[in-house]
């Protein structure tokens, strides 16, 4: 029995294998639309597609960053620039899109705009601090979405988001996880309606990775003006000594966890958009395949018990 067990396993990857190895054709005809390319998962994808003869149309926040992924890239690489909190911008660069994709319709768009600050305990932060992530990463992303789907449904192509292992896992404060949960539920609602026009949906989940969005010294500054910026009340209920331990564990934490392989991340949204059989989901880096994603699967008891051992305890804690 056993034996009839591994040989069905053993045939189920190889089978997998097969068909995820199987490419589209006309690959340096297709249209490949990148939101977020000043730097990170963007950029490198970017550059990466470009030297696969694929059709790179790049949206960066800044001109600065635009034009030194120019610079880099050869002239089939076209770039613009996008706020994807702006509806305006979106609508600009839809038009831009269109002028360039002509009647071929647009085969892929990346959704990797995003930002992670602030993030702090939920009771430092304001309103506006969760707003300020959310119109980035889910309101920008649907909004970036609903004008550009016209156009993948004409190439019958593929929508690539980025969400995060933080969308199955939360436990950071602040708009981010809300953030990418919010990511992950829309992207499966995509799917299922899009199905019937062929168009494709992936979701990619990275998990710890250093790119500009998590660089280390904004990420401390930002706790420390959050702190600042905190009712006095608050923080006598956290204590100083509270504050200065998770300022240690965050500086500690991120120089051990935070893959610099971004190539972990960028192969997988390459393989969502080239294969002819792609995945639903793609789990990013080797925290995320063999730590976050089994954990996620256990009784919340247990993920609880994992993701809070070594967090320090507040002046009042019970």
């Not at 009771?123 to 506006?128: A, G, P, V, Y």
């Not at 992936?202 to 969005?213: C, D, K, N, R, S």
């Not at 192969?267 to 002819?276: G, P």
């Not at 995320?288 to 699967?297: A, E, G, M, R, T």
């Amino acid at each position: 029995m056993w034996l009839c067990l591994a040989l069905a396993v053993i045939l189920f990857f190889v089978i997998r294998w097969y068909r995820e190895s199987q490419t589209v054709e006309n690959l340096r005809e297709k249209y490949v639309f990148i939101t977020g390319c000043d730097s990170g998962f963007g950029n490198q994808l970017a550059r990466q597609l470009d030297l696969e003869g694929l059709r790179v149309l790049a949206a960066c926040l800044t001109e600065k960053g635009a034009k030194e992924l120019q610079r880099v890239s050869t002239d089939r690489l076209k770039t613009t620039i996008l706020d994807v909190t702006s509806t305006e911008s979106i609508v600009a660069a839809t038009e831009w899109v269109k002028s360039c994709v002509g009647d071929k319709g647009l085969w892929g768009l990346v959704n990797n705009a995003g930002v992670a600050h602030p993030t702090a305990p939920n009771e430092w932060l304001t309103k506006d601090d969760f707003v300020k992530i959310l119109n980035v990463n889910l309101i920008g992303l649907i909004d970036v979405t609903l004008h550009m789907l016209p156009l993948v449904k004409k190439a019958r192509g593929r929508v690539v988001n980025v969400a995060s292992i933080f969308g199955r896992l939360s436990f950071l404060g602040g708009g981010y996880c809300p953030s990418k949960y919010g990511v992950e539920a829309f992207s499966d609602s995509l799917r299922r309606e899009l199905h019937p026009f062929g168009v494709k949906i992936a979701i990619i989940e990275p998990g710890f990775f250093l790119t500009g969005m998590t660089n280390i010294q904004t990420h401390l500054d930002c706790m420390r003006q959050q702190w600042a910026s905190t009712p006095q009340e608050v923080k006598d209920s956290y204590g100083e000594t509270y504050f200065n331990r998770c300022y240690q564990l965050v500086k500690e934490d991120m120089v051990r966890r935070c893959d610099t392989n971004l190539y972990l991340v960028t192969d997988c949204m390459e393989h969502a958009l080239i294969s002819k059989h792609p995945r639903t989901r793609y789990s990013a880096g080797w925290d995320s395949q063999f730590f976050f994603v089994p954990l996620s699967y256990l009784p919340t008891a247990v993920a609880d018990l994992v993701l809070t051992w070594s967090q320090p305890k507040p002046a009042q804690a019970v």
